[in-house]
C-alpha cells in the first residue's frame, strides 16, 4: 500500500485534540459527581423504601440500562426542547444526559454494596445507641464505599469513555476534535492513532489512581 | 455478690415475654429478673432461644408480648399495654443504656480499635474527641490492649478483636452488659484472654446476662444459671444447683450429659 503516515498535519492542529481532552474529562467528571449524588441518594432510598418506591427506582434503573446512551442524548438534545420551551447548550444537554445515565449504573453499584455491609456490623451501630442516620453516615457508607470501589473504578473508566458519544451533538470533546481534523486534512490513520493513545493514556491514569485509592481503602479492612 | 433479690427491685426484668417466627415459638413466655450486680449466665442447647431473648433486652429484635424493663423502664415499646413502638430516636438512646458484645466481634472494620470505642462516646455520649480518646485509652489499658490503640481490626487476632469488642461496650458505661457467645468464634487458645476480661468486669460489679458454652466460666463467674430448652426457662438457680449431676430435670440432665461427652 502506498499510505505513508505524516503526523505533521495532526500536530498542526493538536489544540483541537489536547482541548477536546479536557473538554472530555470536564464532561465526565461533572456527570460522574452528579451521577454519584443521584446512586447515592436512590440507594440508600431504594434499600429503606416500600415497594412502590423500590420499582420506580428499578423501573429508572432498567430503562437506562436498555437503552443505547447515543439514543438518550439525541432523546434529550432534539427531543427534549422540541416538546417543552427550553434552550440549552450541546455541553449542557450531554451533562444531563450522562449525569441520569451514569446515576442509573451507580445506583446499582450502591445498592448492591449497602445490601453487601454484613448485619452484624449495623447490630453494632445499634447495640451503641446510634442513630439510623448515624448508622448510615458512619457504619454503613464507610463499609459500602469500601466493597464498591473496584466496581466504581470500572464504572468511571466506562463513563470516562462514553463522554465521545458527545461529539454526535458537536460538542468539541476528543472524540469531535479528532473528526475535524480528519474531515480537514483526511489524515485518518495518524489522527485517530493519536486519539486513541490520548484515550488510553488518559483511561490508564485515572484507573492507576483510582487503584492508589482503593489500595489505600484495602489497607483499612 | 447479689443473688435473685426480692427486695430490691429488678435491673432488668423480663415478664411473660413471647415471640414466634412465623409458626414456630422461640420464646415461651420467658420470665427473669436480674439484679444490679449480678452475671447471670443462659445455657442451653442450640435453637432454645438463648440468643433471641437477649437480642429482645436491647431490642435487636422485637416481640410478640410480655414486658422487658430496665430500671423500670419498658425497652421496645412506649407502653406494654398498647405495644405501640418507640420512634428510632428514642429505641437509640434506650440502647445506649446497654452494652453488648458478639460472637462475631463485629467491630468497624474501617476504624482503629480506639475508633471503635470513640465512635459512640462522641456521636452517642456527646464527649469531645480528647475525652473520648482518653476513655478509650483507658478502656484498651483495662483490656490489655493499649499498645494497639490505632491498630486497625484486620491487623488484630480474634481475641485481641473480642476484647476492642467489650471495651467498646463497657466504655459507654451501660447499665447491663450482654455478651453473646464472646467465645465462640475464638481459638481455643485465645479463649482464656477474653474470659479473663470478663472476669474482671464482674469483679468490678458490672451487671451482666451472657450466653455461654463455657460450663466452668459459667460456674465459676455466674451468680445464677438460667437453663433454656424449647424457648422457655427450665431451670433456673445458682451453679452449683443448676450444674448438678443428680438434677431431676430430665432435658437439663440430657443437655448436661451430652455436653460432658462432647467437651471432655
Redesign the interface.
Known amino acids: 500500500m502506498g499510505y505513508t503516515l505524516n503526523f505533521n498535519l495532526i500536530w498542526r492542529h493538536f489544540d483541537k485534540l489536547w482541548g477536546g481532552l479536557l473538554l472530555s474529562l470536564e464532561l465526565a467528571v461533572i456527570s460522574i459527581a452528579i451521577g454519584i449524588v443521584i446512586g447515592l441518594v436512590l440507594a440508600v432510598w431504594y434499600v429503606s423504601a416500600g415497594r412502590v418506591v423500590r420499582t420506580i427506582i428499578a423501573g429508572y434503573v432498567e430503562f437506562i440500562r436498555n437503552v443505547p446512551l447515543i439514543l438518550l442524548v439525541y432523546l434529550v438534545f432534539y427531543g427534549v426542547p422540541t416538546v417543552i420551551d427550553l434552550a440549552y447548550s450541546a455541553p449542557t444537554s450531554f451533562v444531563v444526559t450522562l449525569s441520569v445515565y451514569s446515576g442509573a449504573y451507580l445506583v446499582e453499584v450502591f445498592r448492591s454494596g449497602l445490601e453487601a455491609v ?1 448485619r ?2 449495623l ?10 442516620w ?1 448508622r448510615l453516615i ?2 454503613r457508607l ?2 459500602m464505599l ?1 466493597i464498591t470501589l473496584p466496581a466504581l473504578s470500572n464504572t468511571f473508566i466506562s463513563l470516562f469513555k462514553d463522554t465521545s458519544i458527545a461529539s454526535v451533538i458537536s460538542v468539541p470533546e476528543l472524540t469531535y476534535g479528532a473528526q475535524w481534523i480528519n474531515f480537514n486534512t483526511f489524515r485518518i490513520v495518524e489522527v485517530y492513532l493519536v486519539t486513541t493513545a490520548m484515550y488510553l493514556v488518559t483511561g490508564y491514569a485515572l484507573l492507576f489512581a483510582l487503584r492508589l485509592v482503593e489500595r489505600r ?1 484495602r ?3 | 455478690m447479689a443473688t435473685s433479690s426480692n427486695n430490691s427491685p429488678a435491673l432488668l426484668a423480663i415478664a411473660e415475654v413471647s415471640k414466634s417466627f412465623g409458626p414456630v415459638a422461640v420464646l415461651r413466655s420467658v420470665s427473669l429478673q436480674v439484679a444490679k450486680g449480678e452475671v447471670v449466665t443462659i445455657i442451653g442447647p442450640s435453637g432454645s432461644g438463648k440468643t433471641t431473648l437477649l437480642r429482645c433486652v ?1 431490642f ?1 429484635e422485637s416481640y410478640d408480648s410480655g414486658s422487658i424493663r430496665i430500671d423500670g423502664k419498658e425497652v421496645g415499646y412506649r407502653d406494654s399495654e398498647t405495644r405501640q413502638r418507640r420512634s ?2 428514642d ?10 458484645v ?1 460472637q ?7 476504624l482503629t480499635a480506639a475508633g471503635n470505642i470513640m ?2 462516646l462522641t ?2 455520649r456527646g464527649k469531645s474527641n480528647a475525652e473520648a480518646r482518653s476513655i478509650a485509652e483507658h478502656w484498651l489499658g483495662r483490656v490489655g490492649l493499649a499498645h494497639k490503640a490505632d491498630s ?1 481490626p ?1 491487623e488484630l487476632s480474634g481475641g485481641q478483636q473480642q476484647r476492642v469488642g467489650i471495651a ?2 463497657v466504655a ?1 458505661e451501660p447499665k447491663i452488659l450482654l455478651l453473646d457467645e464472646i467465645t465462640s468464634a475464638l481459638d481455643p487458645e485465645l479463649v482464656g484472654e477474653v474470659l479473663a476480661v470478663v472476669k474482671s468486669l464482674a469483679e468490678d460489679g458490672m451487671t451482666m446476662v451472657m450466653v455461654t458454652h463455657e460450663m466452668a466460666f459459667a460456674r465459676d463467674a455466674s451468680s445464677r444459671i438460667v437453663f433454656m430448652a424449647d424457648g422457655g426457662i427450665s431451670a433456673v438457680g445458682p451453679p452449683k444447683e443448676v450444674l448438678a449431676a443428680e438434677t431431676t430435670n430430665e432435658r437439663l440432665r440430657t443437655f448436661l450429659a451430652r455436653f460432658r461427652a462432647s467437651h471432655f
Do not use: C, Y
Open positions: 454484613p452484624g456490623q447490630d453494632a451501630g445499634k447495640a451503641i445507641g446510634l442513630t439510623p448515624q458512619h457504619v464507610p463499609t469500601r481503602f489497607a483499612a479492612r | 436491647n435487636l428510632e430516636r429505641l437509640a438512646a434506650m440502647r445506649a443504656e446497654t452494652g453488648m458478639f462475631s466481634f463485629n467491630l468497624f472494620p474501617h465512635l459512640g456521636k452517642v486497625l484486620a467498646r461496650a459507654m
